[in-house]
T-cell receptor, first 114, second 114 residues
Framework: DAGVTQSPTHLIKTRGQQVTLRCSPKSGHDTVSWYQQALGQGPQFIFQYYEEEERQRGNFPDRFSGHQFPNYSSELNVNALLLGDSALYLC?????????????FGPGTRLTVL | GDSVTQMEGPVTLSEEAFLTINCTYTATGYPSLFWYVQYPGEGLQLLLKATKADDKGSNKGFEATYRKETTSFHLEKGSVQVSDSAVYFCALSASGAGSYQLTFGKGTKLSVIP
């Protein structure tokens, strides 16, 4: 059973560019959350998708947007990249949105903005 | 808002030493509490969890007890191994409708030397 997968593994972009990161949830999971983990910090919640809708959003600007597809996979888009967007982006999936539901994390996409 | 504070690292221990990593939280209501572990180059893995006061989560020799009176969830292990070297994150998921996100501490890096 494949766990959460993310692509690409690494990405290098320049300031002002746009980037799309992809996530496939663990089999049977219907909810996807995205987190940003800066170097040496804990992950910070960006947003969560369930039934193809954004259910909750963290304290991130509108440059960060997302999408969930009918097969539950998800994309994270970041526009007008800033140097401060350099981080590890983690995708997590769960079955349902309840606070008790365990979130399974993927290995992450390392984004470097030059 | 919700927050998690965990002891600063890095922590260096000899093999078979006793481990304690302190974690305290601030949240309204009755959050669920988690410890996640991140091995080098990998995503986060759930280590253990507790969903109500006085619950004890345990896994792979690690334990943590949900203490509501002290708002704490300290991680302990009686005898660490070199393979336990990783970064440990304490996290909470707030209770109530519409509270889907995980809030993480900054992480504590543990190095176990033979």
């Amino acid at each position: 059973d494949a766990g959460v997968t993310q692509s690409p593994t690494h990405l290098i972009k320049t300031r002002g560019q746009q980037v799309t990161l992809r996530c496939s949830p663990k089999s049977g999971h219907d909810t996807v959350s995205w987190y940003q983990q800066a170097l040496g910090q804990g992950p910070q919640f960006i947003f969560q998708y369930y039934e193809e809708e954004e259910r909750q959003r963290g304290n991130f600007p509108d440059r960060f947007s997302g999408h969930q597809f009918p097969n539950y996979s998800s994309e994270l888009n970041v526009n007008a990249l800033l140097l401060g967007d350099s981080a590890l982006y983690l995708c997590a999936s769960s079955l349902g949105t309840g606070s008790y539901n365990e979130q399974f994390f993927g290995p992450g996409t390392r984004l470097t903005v030059l | 808002g919700d927050s998690v504070t965990q002891m600063e690292g890095p922590v260096t221990l000899s093999e078979e030493a006793f481990l304690t990593i302190n974690c305290t939280y601030t949240a309204t209501g009755y959050p669920s509490l988690f410890w996640y572990v991140q091995y080098p180059g990998e995503g986060l893995q759930l280590l253990l969890k507790a969903t109500k006061a006085d619950d004890k989560g345990s896994n792979k020799g690690f334990e943590a007890t949900y203490r509501k009176e002290t708002t704490s969830f300290h991680l302990e292990k009686g005898s660490v191994q070199v393979s336990d070297s990783a970064v440990y994150f304490c996290a909470l998921s707030a209770s109530g409708a519409g509270s889907y996100q995980l809030t993480f501490g900054k992480g504590t890096k543990l190095s176990v030397i033979p």
